[in-house]
């Protein structure tokens, strides 16, 4: 008799996604298989269809648990000031990016390849990510920069997120000559700073 | 006997590229195909061939000369202060944007979905239009802004290009409540404002 602990059927998809997830952050999406993923999980190929349809539900599976996570360690600190609280956020971001480069830029090429699915959840998690900007209630407010929800606003906003991605991505790939604590300066300043022409 | 002018080889390859670039503003480039452009061009399929040796090089070809496009009429004009200049040349970016998105956009999901030809260009365009924000001498360089070329300015005014890039396109898509000319002092003052910061 085993001395395992019985899992049910959904505990142990969430176990497998997670350990998908962990293993994203070596590899890109297209590198990380079914057979792949049951190997590391210890169990059959068979069974791992027992929890995915298809290789494609294991992918956007795994995919929307790593933009959670993403969501989930940004979410801005309730202490200090908008500035301080919004470079808080930005270095949770940069140690993702840096933590989990290959998924995440596999990430970000899928939904610009047109896969329906997975730009579905960029835009979603894009989303998200900006709309803590413009939650007043919230501590990285809009109304902290003393700005008021327009559309030219939104589109900045828009345009601040498309720059702080690509900007993190190029510094993750070659970090020389900027450190890290002036490079989460420049970006949670660039925020205010793009809003001020508004 | 026929009173068509006769075209060399390189000049009639020359007028199918051109055929193909205007037939990419309504087209993504998958869309386009060595039939279509054929039957556009009144020859046959098999000629096509004659001038280009697969659909790739057909594809890269069309693409580049399309970039070397846009690089010509975002040409900044040698006159007005620098904020003008750069409003200018946004203004040629966002016409050229709208009157081919489907092409243009087509272009950055091609360099997105790890095609190395498509990359490249889309690589070399984005370096050529920023590399004019360094070139000191010319109409919009970065003396003008008064700062020097330093990693954090190359990685914000990056920065600030892959900002114009999505703003521009998600303008294209829905430009309620911003006009044109809104749009092209915001983008333009957000370049120094976002300098400023370093």
Redesign the interface.
């Known amino acids: 008799m085993s001395t395992r602990i019985r899992l049910s059927p959904e505990a142990r998809r969430e176990q497998l996604l997670d350990l998908g997830v962990q293993m994203l952050a070596t590899r890109s999406v297209e590198e990380l298989s079914i057979e792949l993923l049951a190997e590391e999980a210890g169990i059959s190929r068979g069974l791992m269809y027992h929890y995915f349809r298809s290789k494609h539900e294991f992918h956007t599976a795994v995919v929307r648990r790593a933009a959670d996570e993403v969501i989930r360690v940004t979410a801005p600190r309730d202490e200090g000031g908008p500035l301080e609280r919004l470079a808080g956020s930005l270095e949770a971001y940069v140690d993702y990016v840096a933590a989990n480069y290959a998924g995440y830029t596999s990430l970000?090429?899928g939904?610009?390849?047109?896969d329906d699915a997975m730009r579905q959840i960029y835009d979603e998690t894009r989303a998200a990510l900006t709309d803590r900007i413009f939650d007043t209630a919230g501590p990285t407010g809009l109304a902290e920069f003393g700005v008021t929800d327009?559309?030219?606003v939104r589109?900045?906003v828009?345009?601040?997120?498309?720059?702080?991605?690509?900007?993190v991505m190029?510094?993750v790939r070659d970090p020389?000559?900027?450190p890290k604590q002036?490079?989460l300066?420049?970006?949670a300043?660039?925020l205010p700073?793009?809003l001020?022409?508004?």
Do not use: I, K, N, Q
Not at 111 to 114: H, K, L, N, R
Not at 159 to 164: V, Y
């Open positions: 970000v090429r939904a610009a390849s047109g327009t559309p030219a589109l900045l828009r345009g601040w997120s498309a720059m702080t991605e690509d900007v190029a510094w020389r000559g900027v002036e490079l300066m420049l970006l300043a660039a700073a793009v001020s022409a508004t």
